[in-house]
C-alpha cells in the first residue's frame, strides 16, 4: 500500500501565524498535488509539483517537492480564517492510470 | 455552469435497499472516477474509467457496479445496501494524461444507511 502520511492531523492557529503541513511516504511519486476541501465540497487543486526539489508559491502557500520526490512540505504564511479546510495531499504514479494517492489530511482551523 | 455535478447531494436509505449516484461532466475529459471518503476524511479510489472503458476497479464489494454510458456520465449503482456503505462518495474527472492538471471534483453524495 502506497500510504501518503500527513503531519499533523489537527491545526488550530490565530489569524497571522505561520504553519507548515508534511506529507510523506516511502513511494516515490512521478508528481504530487495539493488539494484543498472545505466543508460540504470537494476537494479543489491547489497546485501541482513535478521535479524533485521544485518549490511553487501561490499567493502566502508555498509548496515543495522532496529531492527524492517522496514527500512534500505546504507552508502558510500569515494565516487568514479563509485559509480554514482540510488539506490533501495526493500522488500520481505515472503510466496509464492516472490514479492518485491521497494522503491523510490535515484539518486546519484559523481562528481570527 | 457546474463542472461535474453528481446527485443527489444527500441520500438516506434503509439496510438491503439498492440505490443509483449519478455523475456528470461539462469539460471534455476522458477519464472518470469514483472516489469514497470515510469519517475520517480518507479518499480511497473505486473505480477509474477512460472513454467508457473500465480502467481502474479497486477491491470494491460485488455490490458496487459503476456504468459509463458515455465519457461525460459516470454512475455508480450499489445493491443491497450495508450500514458500513455510509460515507461521502466523490465523482471526480481529469484529462487523460494527468501533467500539472488534477482532478476536478463533484461537491459529493453523503450516503447514510439506516
Known amino acids: 500500500t502506497q500510504l501518503l502520511e500527513q503531519s499533523p492531523q489537527f491545526l488550530s492557529i490565530q489569524e497571522g501565524e505561520n504553519l507548515t503541513v508534511y506529507c510523506n511516504s516511502s513511494?516515490?511519486?512521478?508528481?504530487l498535488q495539493w488539494y484543498r476541501q472545505e466543508p460540504g465540497e470537494g476537494p479543489v487543486l491547489l497546485v501541482t509539483?513535478?521535479?524533485?526539489?521544485e518549490v511553487k508559491k501561490l499567493k502566502r502557500l508555498t509548496f515543495q517537492f522532496g529531492d527524492a520526490r517522496k514527500d512534500s512540505s505546504l507552508h502558510i504564511t500569515a494565516a487568514q480564517p479563509g485559509d480554514t479546510g482540510l488539506y490533501l495531499c495526493a500522488g500520481a504514479r505515472g503510466g496509464a492510470t492516472n490514479k492518485l494517492i491521497f494522503g491523510t489530511g490535515t484539518l486546519l482551523a484559523v481562528q481570527p | 455552469d457546474t463542472a461535474v455535478s453528481q446527485t443527489p447531494k444527500y441520500l438516506v436509505t434503509q439496510m438491503g435497499n439498492d440505490k443509483s449516484i449519478k455523475c456528470e461532466q461539462n469539460?471534455?475529459?476522458?477519464?472518470m472516477y469514483w472516489y469514497k471518503q470515510d469519517s475520517k476524511k480518507f479518499l480511497k479510489i473505486m473505480f477509474s474509467?477512460?472513454?467508457?472503458?473500465?480502467?481502474i476497479n479497486e477491491t470494491v464489494p460485488n455490490r458496487f457496479s459503476p456504468k459509463s454510458p458515455d465519457k461525460a456520465h459516470l454512475n455508480l449503482h450499489i445493491n443491497s445496501l450495508e450500514l458500513g456503505d455510509s460515507a461521502v462518495y466523490f465523482c471526480?474527472?481529469?484529462?487523460?494524461?494527468?501533467?500539472?492538471?488534477?482532478?476536478?471534483f463533484g461537491s459529493g453524495t453523503r450516503l447514510t444507511v439506516v
Open positions: 474509467y477512460n472513454n467508457k472503458e473500465l480502467i
Open positions: 469539460l471534455g475529459h476522458d477519464t
Open positions: 471526480a474527472s481529469s484529462p487523460i494524461t494527468l501533467g500539472r492538471d488534477g482532478y476536478t
Open positions: 513511494s516515490v511519486f512521478s508528481s
Open positions: 509539483v513535478v521535479t524533485g526539489g
